[in-house]
């Protein structure tokens, strides 16, 4: 894909339509909202891979995709609307449920297949940073719209990648960076466990035997 960086409106939905694969929605795409909404994490996830790729996970990410204790998400499913914790919530109560300063502010929006809610995009603000408000809700439904359109238009992909999930894939990225078991585990918000797990998936799926070997047939 041929990275478009643009900081308006119009131009991400040019980045959209441009992207050849979920994974460039994931990477390049979801990069450029996060700068677009000033956020300081990002994210394109679906509920598939959430629960297939978090068999042990902390306390803190049960209750992040939990309905019952996520009062955000539970907006996100009932009604497959973009939502941010204010709308809900009475202000600053949301850090009681995420205690995380980065996800101070949190912003999410529908990912739609055949009616059915599949995924969102999350973006969230440290807690001193201003709040998301209606226009910020706005844009993120529109953006919604045109990713959830975009990702009817793919065909699977026939790379090596094609076994791998969209959490897999960024595993062997920060393992192609040189990052620790323990460092990815924290970049991702999963246990160090949860990655050494993943990794012996990844593996067995590539038919190679160490990170090294990983490393270099994904890179081919």
């Known amino acids: 894909m041929e990275t478009l960086v643009t900081s308006d409106l119009k131009g991400l939905f040019g980045a959209i339509a441009q992207a050849k694969s979920k994974t460039d929605l994931t990477d390049q795409v979801m990069a450029q909202i996060g700068t677009y909404f000033a956020a300081r994490r990002w994210n394109l996830?679906?509920?598939?891979?959430?629960?297939?790729?978090?068999?042990?996970?902390?306390?803190?990410?049960?209750?992040?995709?939990?309905?019952?204790?996520?009062?955000?998400?539970?907006?996100?499913?009932?009604?497959?609307?973009?939502?941010?914790?204010?709308?809900?919530?009475?202000?600053?109560?949301?850090?009681?449920?995420?205690?995380?300063?980065?996800?101070?502010?949190?912003?999410?929006?529908?990912?739609?297949?055949?009616?059915?809610?599949?995924?969102g995009i999350s973006v969230t603000r440290h807690r001193d940073e201003t709040a998301f408000n209606a226009e910020n809700l706005s844009d993120l439904s529109a953006l919604s719209l045109h990713v959830s359109t975009k990702l009817a238009t793919f065909r699977p992909e026939t790379t090596v990648t094609t076994c791998l999930t969209p959490r897999e894939i960024q595993i062997a990225e920060l393992v192609?960076?040189?990052?620790?078991n323990k460092k990815i585990g924290a970049e991702l918000w999963i246990t160090e466990n949860s990655v050494k797990q993943a990794l012996k998936r990844m593996f067995r799926k590539l038919a190679v035997s160490s990170r090294a070997e990983m490393v270099a047939k994904l890179g081919e």
């Open 45 to 119: 996830w679906f509920h598939k891979e959430l629960l297939e790729d978090n068999t042990e996970i902390s306390s803190l990410i049960q209750r992040a995709i939990s309905i019952e204790k996520n009062p955000v998400l539970r907006y996100l499913v009932q009604r497959h609307s973009a939502v941010h914790d204010e709308i809900v919530l009475p202000a600053g109560v949301w850090k009681t449920i995420c205690p995380r300063a980065d996800h101070g502010h949190v912003m999410v929006g529908p990912v739609i297949a055949n009616s059915e809610l599949i995924g």
């Open 176 to 180: 192609a960076q040189g990052l620790t």
